[in-house]
């Protein structure tokens, strides 16, 4: 790993089908008085509807070397435009990439990492991805270019949201969720956001991501489901038939409101919670709120528990298993619900896995890991970012990868925050176990 | 440019004008007398400088959002050029009067090159490849090609001229708008170069190698490991040894006797950043060479064994322009030397 001091022009790849929003996009980035020279590459034919900007049509050219491993495909065209670009005096801030909907994003960043002379003078500082929130769902099972793009984001801006209602907008969230963890996923309406959200993120700042979410890199969640329920004071009746197993832990956590926003907000205690030791509750027993983890003993046909409540309001009920495994019945019907798919029913699918420790890393062992990782899996590792904290080193390691390729440097000094490391690996048929185990062997 | 030490003389001896055009020359060209050198710059202009000590400086118009490529016709009279306006022009030489201004085919054109020895001009502009005479009339248009075409280089001494894009090197004439040869090779093909008495052609490739065909038996070969891309090739007058760039290092192939296969190459060492230009003399045997950081070197470079490569194989001459090296191109005599920088300096050194 050398070290690079970043003065290189920072590029974001926006990609997205056909009508999603990213020219829309475009062009508000461009119109926005950001007092910024931007140079944009252009794939595909878009009204853009700006002057003052150098805006440049391009076709796709995708160049195969090494006898067409994907890992070393690289974009011609760019590498000829932003090569000239480099060249001129009244040199640019910022590029902008625009890819055609159905292209694969793995050509357009490897382009960055591959070629000398863009890695010099240009560092890859995101990739954008613009989803149509109404017409996704015809393509994210099929379509490999959208599974990629999704993939392969660093943003993801679910758009016309106003279009789509919201249950299924987080449905769509919750599944590109369990593909992409490390994207930051914002819903937008005719493509409106923050220029601070998509522009200079420095593809590998996962800082902001932690902050905000700190499940971001724990995905496995100990329960499938939960319930949002508008409870009265009261006794309620609680039945279960059997079902696949003899017992299942279910926690019950008073919510500010009946909203997917408020139920997020008590994830967290949830999964907590769900680590405690459980207390059994016989049939005739009863749920009560907080963090206490009940145990529903259900062998031998159906069991009728209650659910007490002392203040009216709302409430989830997280449950171990789906509920209808044992037609679970409420008198009152749920307000919503989300489903908690554990991962290990994806293996085939794209999917996350991150992997958070204590404790620095030795940095030889890590590059010998790190090479022969990349050498047999690399095809199916899409992108890998993370924070290393490297024994030896005051300062901490940031990097990003794409395939094969990555890239890194130190960035600013730990100072009093707590030494760790934090990486994430996104890609095909991931071995979450292998991963972990392979990175904690690197440590000193 | 002010601040540059003088170079050490010895080799070429010392510097005969320097001049200061304030943009990135992307391409320099000597006229075939010698007596001037043209200058094109990315932002548009094109220079022509005389090389006499007087320095005479005609700028013409060029080509709008910036130029990219130039040529002499053999008889020095006309000058092309081609730019990001789409556009091939011809210039009379000696008035820069615009004569004839063409629609290469696409919004970049590459590359423009007159015959060695006939009034006929190439241009090749994304994938359109068209062949002009000076009348400025399409002579013919070839058919489109699989990808962007990166280069075109007269065969020596003939009417064949060899066009090169991802996946293939191809050579036409003027007869037939289908290829009279081509070799396909599944990779991006950055610059090509053809040795002096054809029986060669390399080209240097974005895969970081460079490859070499046997013009009549078609064989090939390839030699990989270059550090970075390869876009700097030069034959020496005798075809015998082809200087590569794509590192620091200049690599020399040896092609006598058996061929470059097995065999170890020259190496020069010297500079620190990744070769941008190098050039043999027509007809003498020093070699000149720049880098990304500014150096320019004057290597003699055939007297150097494979064994002598990591020691003893110095410059014999070398300094720093203090911007990166865009070109370096010998006069037609070989007694002078033009270089050009990033930041638009032309240095011509000297006799002429």
Request: proline share 4%.
């Amino acid at each position: 790993m050398t070290e690079t001091i970043e003065k290189r022009v920072p590029v974001t790849v926006l990609t997205g089908f056909l009508g999603s929003g990213k020219t829309t996009l475009l062009n508000r980035i461009l119109t926005e008085q950001h007092g910024k020279r931007i140079a944009v590459i252009e794939n595909e034919f878009g009204e853009i509807g700006v002057d003052n900007e150098l805006v440049i049509n391009a076709e796709e050219e995708i160049f195969e070397m090494n006898n067409g491993c994907i890992c070393c495909t690289v974009r011609g065209d760019l590498i000829r435009i932003l090569g000239n670009l480099m060249k001129r005096k009244d040199s640019f801030d910022y590029i902008m990439i625009e890819t055609t909907g159905l292209a694969d994003p793995a050509p357009v960043a490897q382009t960055f990492f591959v070629d000398d002379e863009m890695r010099g003078r240009m560092a890859l500082d995101g990739v954008v991805t613009v989803i149509d929130a109404r017409h996704i769902w015809q393509h994210i099972d099929e379509s490999s270019e959208a599974k990629e793009q999704i993939a392969f984001a660093d943003v993801i801006l679910l758009n016309k949201t106003d279009l789509v209602p919201a249950g299924e907008i987080d449905r769509l969230e919750a599944r590109i969720r369990e593909m992409n963890l490390a994207a930051k996923v914002y819903r937008t309406e005719r493509a409106e956001v923050g220029m601070d959200k998509i522009l200079n993120i420095g593809g590998f700042n996962l800082d902001r991501a932690l902050e905000v979410d700190p499940m971001f890199l724990e995905p496995e969640y100990p329960f499938e489901w939960a319930g949002v329920y508008q409870f009265e004071a009261g006794r309620y009746d609680l039945v279960m038939q059997s079902g696949p197993d003899p017992t299942m832990n279910a926690v019950l956590m008073p919510l500010e409101n009946a909203s997917f926003q408020s139920l997020e907000s008590v994830q967290f205690d949830a999964v907590l919670t769900f680590s405690d030791k459980e207390q059994p509750v016989e049939p005739g027993g009863s749920i009560s709120p907080g963090t206490i983890l009940h145990q529903l003993m259900l062998r031998d046909g159906e069991k009728r528990f209650f659910i007490d409540i002392r203040r009216a309001g709302a409430y989830a009920l997280f449950t171990q298993h789906h509920p209808d495994e044992f037609a679970m019945a409420i008198p009152v019907e749920y307000a919503l619900q989300k489903e908690y798919k554990p991962d290990h029913e994806h293996d085939e699918e794209i999917s996350s896995v991150g992997i958070t420790t204590e404790g620095d890393v030795d940095e030889k062992k890590l590059n010998k890991w790190l090479q022969k990782l990349l050498s047999e899996n690399g095809v199916d590792i899409f992108r890998m970012k993370g924070i290393l904290s490297i024994a030896q080193h005051s300062r901490r390691f940031v990097f990003q990868g794409v395939h094969m390729l990555f890239d890194g440097r130190p960035d600013r000094e730990w100072g009093s925050e707590p030494r760790h490391n934090s990486l994430i690996f996104i890609g095909r048929n991931l071995d979450r176990a292998g991963l972990t185990k392979g990175f904690e062997q690197c440590l000193a | 440019m002010s601040g540059v030490a003088a170079p050490a003389t010895n080799a070429i001896g010392e510097t005969r004008w320097e001049a200061n055009l304030g943009d990135h020359v992307i391409r320099l060209a000597w006229s075939p007398s010698g007596d001037s050198v043209a200058a094109a710059c990315v932002e548009g202009r094109i220079h022509v400088l005389s090389a006499d000590s007087t320095q005479r400086t005609r700028s013409l118009a060029g080509h709008e959002h910036g130029a990219q490529c130039l040529s002499w016709s053999h008889d020095g009279r006309f000058l092309a050029s081609g730019g990001q306006d789409g556009r091939v022009k011809l210039w009379d030489a000696a008035s820069g009067e615009l004569l004839h201004s063409m629609d290469a085919g696409a919004a970049w054109v590459e590359q423009v090159a007159f015959a060695p020895a006939a009034p006929l001009l190439v241009s090749a502009a994304g994938r359109h490849l068209k062949l002009w005479n000076l009348q400025g009339d399409c002579v013919r248009e070839y058919p489109a090609h699989p990808s962007t075409i990166s280069d075109v280089q007269w065969q020596p001494g003939t009417l064949f001229f060899t066009s090169a894009c991802y996946g293939q090197l191809a050579t036409f004439n003027a007869g037939s708008a289908q290829p009279v040869k081509s070799f396909g090779w599944k990779g991006s093909i950055l610059a090509v170069a053809w040795s002096p008495d054809a029986n060669y052609v390399a080209t240097g490739n974005q895969d970081a190698s460079v490859h070499f065909w046997y013009r009549k038996s078609g064989k090939d070969l390839e030699m990989s490991g270059y550090g970075a891309k390869v876009r700097e090739l030069s034959w020496d007058a005798g075809s015998r040894y082809l200087a590569t760039g794509g590192s620091a290092n200049i690599t020399i192939w040896d092609c006598g006797g058996k061929g470059p296969a097995g065999t170890r190459p020259i190496e020069l060492r010297k500079h620190d950043a990744v070769v941008s230009a190098l050039e043999y003399q027509h007809k003498g045997e020093l070699l000149a060479s720049g880098c990304g950081e500014g150096r320019v070197c004057v290597w003699r470079p055939a007297g150097h064994s494979a064994k002598q490569s990591t020691k003893g194989a110095s410059p014999l001459q070398t300094w720093d322009e203090g911007a990166g090296i865009t070109q370096v191109r010998w006069a037609p005599n070989d007694k002078a030397l033009a270089i050009s920088t990033a930041s638009g300096l032309i240095r011509l050194l000297g006799a002429i």
